[in-house]
């Protein structure tokens, strides 16, 4: 099974709806983080939380928001989708300690339309 | 400026050919270098940790360069399944955040 899941995996909304994205992990990592990736562009961090309720904003948390009630899961929501929104989610895991390697989950494309 | 520049290709080479490709960074304070590997529409995965003085591993060099602040990375005897999009990551001492390029991608055709 795999260490970092993604729930959904594929989303097509219309502008204005309510998307949430689920994490999970097993790995026991205390640090979770969703990026966003588009074409072109490196992953771009949107936020990130170093333990349960520990909530810290990234380079693009505008239009976002996010959950984390147990260690084990991180949701991203987003209040009222818009097409810019369109992109591939990924979340990641890594140890608390710095410098340290992220692994990622298999990523979620959202089509906002 | 972008913190993490990679020429984007495509490098398209023939199996068992050897291809190399560069990354800069723009934050002097950088302190972790990370080559990380991605396939078409899945997950990044790390491929390896660049360190001060070069590393291998297996047919994957690293090379940094502090002083005109970039990385390299080198594969010999390239193989089909090296096709990918390769990133350059970059982290700033005692900081959470990772930077990443957006990628080299490299085409290994038979």
């Known amino acids: 099974d795999a260490d970092v899941t993604q729930t959904p995996r594929n989303r097509i909304t219309k502008t204005g709806k309510r998307i949430m994205l689920e994490c999970s992990q097993t790995k026991g990592h205390d640090r979770m983080y969703w990026y966003r990736q588009d074409p072109g562009l490196g992953l771009q961090l949107i936020y990130y939380?170093?333990?349960?309720?520990?909530?810290n904003k990234g380079e693009i948390s505008d239009g976002y928001s996010v959950s984390r009630q147990a260690q084990a899961k991180f949701s991203l929501s987003l209040e009222s989708a818009i097409p810019n929104q369109t992109a591939l989610y990924f979340c990641?895991?890594?140890?608390?300690?710095?410098?340290?390697?992220?692994?990622f989950g298999p990523g979620t494309r959202l089509t906002v339309l | 400026r972008k913190e993490v520049e990679q020429d984007p290709g495509p490098f398209n080479v023939p199996e068992g050919a050897t291809v190399a490709f560069n990354c800069t960074y723009s934050n002097s304070a950088s302190q972790s270098f990370f080559w990380y590997r991605q396939d078409c529409r899945k997950e990044p995965k790390l491929l390896m940790s660049?360190?001060?003085s070069g590393n291998e591993d297996g047919r994957f060099t690293a090379q940094l360069n502090r002083a005109s602040q970039y990385i390299s990375l080198l594969i010999r005897d390239s193989k089909l399944s090296d096709s990918a999009t390769y990133l350059c990551?970059?982290?700033?001492?005692?900081?959470?955040?990772?930077?990443f390029g957006a990628g080299t991608t490299v085409t290994v055709r038979a």
């Open positions: 990551v970059v982290n700033i001492a005692n900081d959470y955040k990772l930077s």
């Open positions: 660049v360190y001060s």
């Open positions: 939380s170093f333990d349960v309720k520990d909530i």
């Open positions: 990641a895991t890594s140890e608390n300690r710095e410098n340290n390697e992220q692994f």
